[in-house]
């Protein structure tokens, strides 16, 4: 058991520190980059959206990440077994 939540914690980390290869304003700049390249023009609601869009995808893969972690470190139940004597 210690050693899962070892694992967990370890793989939280990485994630964190992956995502923290980039600033802030690096994403930021990366992102409207990226928006820019779609065809939309800064200043439009569809260039706030395409950001939104892509904080929002950015978001749902570290909880999918975070998710496919923490399956990973699952160990098999423990089954405790009680055995009942029945007489006829």
């Known amino acids: 058991m210690k050693t899962a939540r070892s694992m967990l914690l370890l793989t939280v980390a990485t994630l ?5 290869s980039m600033t802030p304003e ?20 569809a260039f706030a959206e395409c950001l939104q869009r892509i904080d929002l995808d950015r978001r749902a893969e570290a909880r999918a990440s975070s ?21 006829k």
């Open 26 to 45: 690096q994403r930021r700049a990366a992102d409207e980059g990226q928006c820019l390249n779609y065809g939309f023009r800064r200043g439009t609601e």
């Open 16 to 20: 964190l520190a992956a995502c923290q």
């Open 67 to 87: 998710i496919r972690a923490s399956q990973m470190m699952w160990e098999p139940p423990l089954v405790i077994e009680r055995r009942v004597i029945v007489r």
